[in-house]
């Protein structure tokens, strides 16, 4: 079963910067796939980036120029650094992996990220 640690959440004010890190362990095939999703209240869950294994990042429109996705594949983890950071950023932010594309992720417990004054 996998097991995730995600971390870096918290309260910052408008224009601030956090950075988000993810680390899975336990996954039974390669993780080829990586990224984060993010879900506020009243919201469906949408796309925020994604990494595949040796490929270019992906960027949901929102946040392009703002946020940079990374991965450690040693480690297995995912990090997103989040700049310049809006109150419509306010979500919880799920990780995820799956072994590519084609498959449904698997997801992280979330963790809170808010934006306000």
């Known amino acids: 079963q996998v097991q995730f640690v995600e971390s870096g959440g918290g309260l910052v004010q408008p224009g601030g910067s956090l950075r988000l890190s993810c680390a899975a362990s336990g996954s039974s095939y390669s993780i080829n796939d990586m990224g984060w999703y993010r879900q506020a209240p009243g919201n469906q869950r949408e796309f925020v980036a994604g990494i595949i294994r040796g490929g270019i990042p992906n960027y949901a429109d929102s946040v392009k120029g703002r946020f940079t996705i990374s991965r450690d594949n040693a480690k297995n983890t995912v990090y997103l650094q989040m700049n310049s950071l809006k109150p419509e950023d306010t979500a919880v932010y799920y990780c995820?992996?799956?072994?590519?594309?084609?498959?449904?992720?698997?997801w992280g417990q979330g963790t809170q990220v808010t934006v306000s004054s």
């Open positions: 995820y992996i799956r072994p590519s594309l084609l498959y449904t992720p698997t």
